[in-house]
Nanobody, 116 residues
């Protein structure tokens, strides 16, 4: 059974940084696109950043210039470096991976809280 394990969330003051990581294990097919989503209380889940196997990236406008997504294909791991954090970045962050067959998997989520 595929397992996605996330880590790196926590409490940080505004202006601070956090680095999230997500590792996929027991996955049969190669991973194509890896994504980070977030969901704040009372809001819909939104796409934060995505990275293809070839390294192409895209970001939500709200995080451009502050967040950086990267990956290590050999480790089936994706990272999200978050700098200049703002209170509005507070949310549960979810890792999502899509295999080359089109199947998607979700992590359990990790809480990020930014205090003002």
């Amino acid at each position: 059974q595929v397992q996605l394990v996330e880590s790196g969330g926590g409490l940080v003051q505004a202006g601070g940084s956090l680095r999230l990581s997500c590792t996929a294990s027991r996955i049969t097919f190669s991973i194509d696109t890896m994504r980070w989503y977030r969901q704040a209380p009372g809001h819909q889940r939104e796409l934060v950043a995505a990275i293809t196997r070839g390294g192409s990236t895209n970001y939500a406008d709200s995080v451009k210039g502050r967040f950086t997504i990267s990956r290590e294909n050999a480790k089936n791991t994706v990272y999200l470096q978050m700098n200049s954090l703002k209170p509005e970045d507070t949310a549960v962050y979810y890792c999502n991976v899509q295999t080359v067959r089109g199947t998607t998997y979700w992590g359990q989520g990790t809480q990020v809280t930014v205090s003002s």
